[in-house]
């Protein structure tokens, strides 16, 4: 069994792929800006979490090397 290779034709123009689009895929802050807005209460819950985890640590640690 043999396989066709491509002719390599220089004057050819690619042709481009159905699922390719112009333009650049969205960037992380985008998506994650997208993300929060679509999960609003939990990621709230979360930012508001990790910022009083972080308080308590700066306090702690503030406390213990006082």
């Known amino acids: ?3 066709e ?3 390599l034709d220089p004057t050819a123009t690619p042709q481009p792929s159905p699922t ?3 333009e650049a ?3 992380f802050v985008k998506l994650a800006m997208r993300n929060m807005v ?3 209460g939990k990621s709230l819950f979360h930012f508001s979490l990790t910022v009083t985890a972080l308080l308590t640590l700066l ?3 503030a ?3 006082r």
């Open 5 to 7: 290779q491509p002719t």
């Open 1 to 3: 069994m043999s396989q």
């Open 38 to 40: 679509k999960k609003g």
């Open 59 to 61: 306090v702690g640690l």
């Open 25 to 27: 895929p969205p960037s």
């Open 20 to 22: 390719a689009s112009t």
């Open 63 to 65: 406390y213990l090397t």
